[in-house]
């Protein structure tokens, strides 16, 4: 197994043979092996698939181009449509032009805060959508699984919170679609991604950031972003497995197969380490210096409230470009309170 980096990744990336008993594949993923979702296509996916494949007279030679080496986050996307890479960590939270339709808790906050029922929830929907499964083939790949939701976003920010009057004009590193929970409050969302949140807060480019705390944590955020306010904003899908479409069409069934247990592989060890990593994120981030605060449910209340009615502007956006995104947005809600869930607004009612 290699770790590549520039040319190398791609000039080994381009040459797959079909026709060979040994296939190589690189996989790609835009952030370091620090973070769980990284650290576990080594130790959960590759071996998933690898134990997949004994006995069926194939095996793959993984070329793993993680860090930036391949793709930017955000990057992996384009990396696999291009060939670059097979197989990739596909953060769809970062591309919502890309994949619209798998956005829809990101325009929908304070739904809930439980990662697996985030995922599974817009799993399932992706399932009977067939416009959000053909965004993927827009993009000349397919889903292989591993959807991933992370756990829920919080405000980690220089200067206390008490109230979203406290926002006013303070300027927030956001990722992608989560600026939509800065809007209203008199804050500016920063577009900025994790990897760039330190020194941003550092530097004063931004005056904090909206960030979950198993990421904030092995980033040292609280360092520079003391406050750790629990808006609790809840634990959007943001994420899953990908291969090239071409790639993925030429393989023998028993790869196939494979690469998709591997993704089931993926997924369970994903949330069953941010189960493990959410406490202890909260102990490194007291160490660090972090004190966490838990807003009044007044405040997240008020919160909440002071969001412009983002759901119903983005749905009908949807809707107008062909999308369904009223019929997604209320399948999502649905689900929510049929799951036992009560979000703070019931965004597709309004």
């Not at 004190?291 to 949807?318: F, G, H």
């Not at 997604?328 to 009560?342: F, I």
Request: charged share 15%; net charge negative.
């Amino acid at each position: 197994m290699k770790h590549l980096t520039g040319a190398m990744a791609i000039a080994m990336a381009t040459a797959t043979p079909m026709a060979a008993e040994t296939i190589d594949v690189t996989i790609v993923a835009g952030h370091p092996p620090i973070f769980i979702w990284v650290k576990n296509l080594t130790e959960a996916f590759i071996p998933a698939v690898d134990a997949a494949l004994e006995g069926t007279g194939h095996s793959i030679d993984w070329n793993e181009a993680y860090g930036g080496s391949l793709a930017k986050p955000g990057g992996e996307s384009d990396a696999v449509a291009a060939g670059l890479a097979q197989v990739a960590y596909n953060p769809t939270l970062f591309n919502p032009s890309l994949y619209p339709l798998q956005n829809v808790a990101y325009v929908a906050p304070f739904g809930t805060d439980d990662p697996r029922l985030a995922a599974q929830i817009v799993t399932e929907i992706q399932a009977k959508t067939p416009a959000m499964m053909q965004a993927w083939a827009d993009q000349d790949q397919v889903f292989l699984g591993g959807g991933f939701a992370i756990d829920s976003y919080h405000l980690f920010v220089t200067e206390p919170v008490n109230s979203v009057a406290d926002m006013e004009g303070r300027r927030i590193c956001a990722p992608g679609p989560t600026a939509n929970w800065i809007q209203g409050t008199g804050a500016a969302p920063v577009s900025s991604s994790l990897g760039e949140y330190y020194n941003s807060i550092q530097t004063g480019v931004c005056d904090g950031a909206v960030v979950f705390a198993t990421a904030a944590a092995p980033a040292g955020i609280a360092e520079v972003a003391p406050y750790m306010i629990r808006v609790n904003f809840g634990a959007p899908f943001a994420a899953g497995l990908s291969a090239n479409a071409d790639f993925y069409e030429d393989l023998p069934e028993e790869v196939r197969a494979a690469l998709h247990a591997g993704a089931d592989a993926f997924a369970e060890a994903m949330f069953s380490d941010q189960e493990d990593l959410i406490a202890g994120a909260y102990d490194k981030i007291s160490a660090d210096g972090g004190q966490i605060i838990d807003p009044s449910e007044e405040v997240r209340q008020e919160w909440a409230a002071a969001l412009p009615a983002i759901p119903r502007d983005w749905a009908a956006r949807q809707d107008a470009a062909g999308l369904p995104g009223t019929e997604v947005l209320s399948a999502y809600m649905d689900a929510l309170r049929a799951a036992g869930e009560t979000p703070l607004r019931d965004w597709d009612k309004e």
